[in-house]
């Protein structure tokens, strides 16, 4: 499988440093080309020919489990991570309820009786029971943290579960030698600590428990997503509808969808007329209608009529799988912001290892007595405050919760370098036809010069350009379509190249197209032209229809401008960035559609492959550049822009070639895209800025350095809280961002 991807469930990953020893040990495979871990989710993404036994056991090796999630479904791992989840939660709820029930007395007692100190041969009984009760704790409730340890040292490397094995079994192990070796201590230093290692791995299991309550909320947007998908598919086989599950459909089946039910894979419409709510996929309200040979999308529900459809793309091909796998991809990834987290993450534990020795160094040679105990409770402090949980969450947690916020406002971010640079964009190159416009060119005026009445025009117009294939030709017959105007046979049709088209419709002569055409048959056109001109100064373009050699009316046909696509683009220039319009149409037309949605900076007439050269020129400039399109001949461009948005009801190969897809057509999208992305890198600003500062400023007050001054040292149990209840806050804050509302004005 050269160059497949494959995913694999971790366990036993603690901190951010486990991420990095895990990425390293995968990359370190033979046939592995890339490996990135998602924190959060616990799941890593390998991408290589590999195979998936050699990957399980690379992670082995490192001190970790493995598990594949080959052949299943992402409903069915989803379900298995949640049941996963379930079930550790309830252990670390029950460990640290076990934790406590000894911690929290021992603690009161403390604050109580007094000092936790040994003296009679009855205080060593006492607490020799003590003791061995906390050792039960140790085992009980915090076995993860010293298997987890011991699996780290034998691969000569370390993470959080070594500083709190470090920190909890030395208290442990410095308590339990003073009750078996009482007078090989000074009477200052015959202190245990046995509540500080309960009440710490209480307090830790806590903050785990909490953390992952808070990490599950992230996974709404993917676990909306899979909802959206239908169990069953009602197909018809053999002149017999059969209820079959989705995974059963075969492509080219067809599929009968009633009221109300959803849309369980892709097809087109082959029997029936209907309305179906899109808003899922695209973020647009309205339900859009569908008839014969229109394209239906799983996920969507069916509103009010039924259709029979044949299955077009089926299982991992439809566009929702395909939305699910780009939504997981990103969700993935990591912004450069993040791996500058990990890399500090990878040299934070062993630092923190070396603070804490030569901390309790400092206080064995010169602090006060008992100088024994104050090293170990300013050691243990330090390495249990210093956990790096919070710092490698930061990042990620913001990255899954902005990503799913963004596609369920119908923005699919392929990943987190899109996420992190779109928030820096300073000019925005927007392509014309499809993206500020429809794409489509209507009838937007009919000038009646001899005639009376449009309909009769344009269903005389319409018959005689049946049968030709240009797109102007096209919107004529859509017109009448629309108006349900019945065509006529035309008689001796006659494209001229260039011109317009001649033909004889219900016996009258037809001549329609430009002013050159009516000029070489010698139709008189001159009191109409300043009309024809009027029409091309505002973006249509001018059509001459004559019936009988005398000049009936004239037509505008134009690409109507989206109707948001004005409010969209003053939201980009609200932001302070550059707009500028890219067009292969002519000047006048150009310019009277950037004069309407207040464009200044626009270039015309511009060939498909110099739109990329624009992009460059800008980024010349000094500018950060997102380039929007839909076509194939935006494709270059939107790869060579710093961020690329396709319009999702473009190409497949502009949305391939893209950073970002906006599902829904409206340019608002592309606002949303650009305020999520902001908010999610203040998100991430905030967590790695509490993050380190928390790491960092915690560290000093840990190794004592305000007992000289203030006679003040900061106990392990307060630590172990601290630490706990960090990561909890940076969650917390990730999940803020479910919150953000884009306001579209």
């Not at 599950?245 to 849309?263: A, M, Q, S």
């Not at 603070?355 to 008992?370: E, M, T």
């Not at 294939?469 to 105007?485: F, Y």
């Not at 319009?581 to 559609?593: E, I, P, S, Y």
Request: hydrophobic share 45%.
């Amino acid at each position: 499988m050269d160059g497949g991807t494959q995913e694999l469930l971790i366990e036993g990953a603690g901190c951010a440093s486990c991420v990095g020893k895990i990425e390293k040990a995968l990359k370190n495979v033979h046939g592995v080309d890339d490996a990135v871990m998602n924190f959060p989710l616990r799941m890593v993404t390998v991408t290589g020919s590999a195979g998936e036994d050699v990957l399980i056991n690379a992670v082995e090796n490192a001190g970790y489990n493995a598990k594949s999630t080959q052949g299943s479904t992402d409903d069915e791992l989803l379900d298995e991570k949640e049941t996963a989840d379930l079930a550790y939660y309830k252990r670390l709820i029950l460990g640290m309820t076990v934790a406590l029930v000894l911690g929290v007395p021992l603690m009161a007692y403390s604050l109580i009786v007094g000092e936790m100190t040994v003296s009679t041969t009855t205080e060593r009984l006492s607490w020799l029971v003590v003791g061995l009760l906390t050792a039960g704790v140790m085992f009980f409730s915090g076995k993860h943290f010293y298997i987890g340890a011991w699996k780290s040292f034998c691969n000569h490397s370390a993470n959080m579960d070594t500083l709190i094995a470090l920190g909890t079994g030395t208290a442990w192990l410095y308590s339990m030698l003073v009750v078996f070796f009482l007078t090989a201590f000074p009477d200052m230093a015959r202190h245990v600590y046995f509540e500080a290692t309960a009440m710490i791995i209480g307090l830790i299991n806590l903050g785990l428990a909490l953390e992952l309550k808070a990490r599950g909320r992230t996974s709404l947007a993917i676990k909306r997503l899979i909802g959206l998908q239908a169990k069953t598919a009602r197909v018809v086989r053999g002149g017999k509808d059969i209820d079959i599950p989705i995974g059963h459909v075969l492509l080219n089946d067809l599929v009968r969808i009633r009221p109300g039910e959803k849309i369980p894979v892709d097809g087109l419409v082959v029997e029936g007329y209907t309305s179906i709510d899109e808003s899922m996929l695209t973020g647009e309200p309205m339900p859009v209608e569908k008839k014969e040979s229109n394209e239906v999308v799983a996920g969507t529900i069916n509103k009010t009529g039924s259709v029979v459809f044949k299955a077009t793309r089926v299982g991992k091909d439809t566009a929702l799988a395909h939305i699910i796998g780009m939504v997981k991809r990103a969700q993935n990834s990591k912004p450069p912001i993040g791996r500058l987290a990990d890399i500090i993450s990878g040299y934070f534990v062993p630092t923190i290892m070396i603070i804490s020795v030569v901390s309790a160094l400092v206080w064995l040679n010169f602090g006060p007595d008992p100088a024994v105990a104050f090293a170990l409770v300013c050691a243990t402090t330090v390495l249990i405050i210093a956990c790096p949980c919070a710092l490698g969450l930061a990042t990620p947690m913001s990255v899954m919760v902005g990503v799913g916020k963004a596609a369920e406002a119908g923005v699919l971010i392929r990943n987190g370098e899109a996420l992190q640079t779109a928030s820096k964009i300073t000019a925005m190159i927007l392509d014309k036809t499809g993206t500020i416009t429809l794409g489509a060119p209507k009838v937007t005026s009919i000038h009646l010069v001899t005639a009376s009445d449009e309909d009769n025009v344009l269903q005389l117009a319409a018959s005689l350009e049946a049968g030709s294939e240009h797109p102007l030709a096209v919107s004529i017959v859509e017109s009448a379509q629309e108006r349900e105007l019945h065509l006529s046979k035309v008689e001796r049709f006659n494209a001229i190249a260039g011109h317009g088209v001649e033909g004889f419709v219900d016996g009258q002569a037809l001549l329609f197209g430009n002013e050159r055409l009516m000029r070489d048959k010698n139709v008189a056109i001159d009191d109409v032209v300043n009309t024809a001109q009027h029409m091309a100064a505002e973006a249509q373009t001018p059509m001459y229809f004559a019936v009988d050699g005398q000049l009936a009316a004239v037509i505008g046909v134009s690409d109507p401008i989206k109707e948001d696509s004005i409010e969209a683009i003053k939201r980009l220039k609200k932001n302070g960035i550059r707009v500028v319009m890219l067009t292969g149409d002519n000047k006048a037309t150009a310019k009277a559609v950037a004069d309407k949605v207040g464009i200044t900076e626009f270039f015309a007439e511009v060939l498909p492959e110099d739109k990329s050269n624009k992009v460059a020129d800008l980024q010349q400039q000094g500018e950060i550049v997102g380039m929007t399109g839909d076509g194939i001949n935006d494709a270059p461009a939107l790869a060579l822009a710093n961020v690329g948005f396709a319009i999702g009801t473009g190409t497949d190969v502009a949305i391939e070639s893209a950073d970002i897809t906006l599902m829904r057509g409206s340019l608002h999208g592309l606002a949303d895209a650009i305020a999520i992305s902001k908010a999610t890198l203040r998100n991430i600003k905030q967590n790695l800025l509490g993050a380190f500062i928390y790491n960092a400023a915690g560290v000093p007050f840990a190794a004592g350095v305000l007992y000289p001054f203030f006679g003040v040292l900061l106990s392990p149990v307060i630590a172990g809280a601290a630490m706990a209840f960090s990561s909890v806050t940076v969650v917390s804050n990730a999940n803020r961002l479910r919150l953000f509302k884009a306001q579209e004005h």
